[in-house]
């Protein structure tokens, strides 16, 4: 029987990370991205064209440039409005894990430096025609992306998908290219874009992934990627790993993953691993929820909980949008662990600035 952790870090690549918090007000940029409403219900009447995305513009307090603490001060909105005390983000930590719809990939675009360029259009169905259709809100989201992470942080990427499951479901997702086990795939819900503070909060978190999965930090198996459906392969390739094994093979011992469960999760990892074993969906959920519910002070979040790599992501995305912590919790601890690798410090303030100046 295969670990059930090899099922949920397929569910991550395929865009669990997408993290809405809807109750955030949207105090970072003056206008939403994109605007894309939900789809209307079919009427013999043709539908109108879909209005085009706005830009998103940052409130510019500080002209001079010279004003990270204050915009920090407002990027905390992403994580921390509607949070406070032990009030979890979302009523359950299932509920991301379910879809109302199935995925559809609407427009595949090779990524190309900055730029993107269509490569495939799908048959979309008839409620996700006109979202297919609107090339400009694709290449508005990509170049916000594009914006706000560096060129040489996104080098693995190979293409950006536009894809939708309905409203309100998965955001976006990375997964490794069909084609190169080196590459990656980014995708983004054309109708959940459209909140800015989703919108950001989720590509940081999914950035997260390729930053921590990518292959100078987990070389990838060829085996697994060249047998996906052998479940003996990919014991094999587990049981022959002595550092964290994510699924897409061997983190290396230096790795930011493999420190990072070295440094946070090796009290309760056997407890964690014996829950993914589970295969009743309802006993699993409730069993993980019990998880987080023992160790919450340690989380950031209650989806951190799910895994190590969506625990390492969401602190992640706490390092990036808010202030150094003050506090002595592991959650906190946890968010200073990225403060002692000088290149991540210097990643940070550049990707502040980016969202911060974007314009």
Partial sequence: MKPRHRILVALALLGLAGLACKTVERMIFTE??????????????????????????????CPDGGCIEACLDELGVLVNTGHSGNEPRRSSLGQKFST????????VYTVLG???EQAKKYAAPS???????????????????????????RSTLQEFHIFSDGED????????????????????????????VDLTYTLVHEYAHLLTLGPDQVPPSQAIFNNPESDQVYEDEYESCNTYFPGEGCSKRDSYLNQFVDDFWLDFYDEWVDITYIEDD????????????????????DYAATSPEEDIAETFSFFILTP????????????????????????????????????
């Fill in 32 to 61: 939403p991205l994109p605007a894309a409403s939900t789809p209307a219900q079919p009427t013999d009447e043709p539908e109108p064209p879909v209005k085009p995305t706005a830009e998103p513009v940052f409130n510019d307090t």
């Fill in 100 to 107: 109302d719809g199935e995925m559809e990939t609407l427009v």
């Fill in 114 to 116: 900055d730029k993107i």
């Fill in 127 to 153: 409620r996700f025609e006109r979202y297919a259709s609107d090339s400009e809100s694709h290449q508005r989201i990509w170049r916000f992306y594009a914006s706000i992470i560096p060129a040489e942080q």
């Fill in 169 to 196: 479901e998965i955001l976006a997702a990375v997964e490794q290219s069909y084609e190169d086990p080196y590459r990656w795939i980014l995708m983004v819900d054309i109708i959940d874009s459209d909140d800015p």
């Fill in 282 to 301: 309802d006993e699993y959920y409730d069993e993980l929820d019990s998880f987080y519910r023992k160790y919450e002070d340690q989380f950031v979040t």
């Fill in 324 to 359: 150094r912590p003050t506090g002595n919790s592991i959650a906190d601890q946890k968010i200073i662990f990225f403060y002692q690798y000088p290149e991540l410090v210097s990643l940070r303030m550049q990707i502040i600035e980016n969202i911060c100046g974007y314009q």
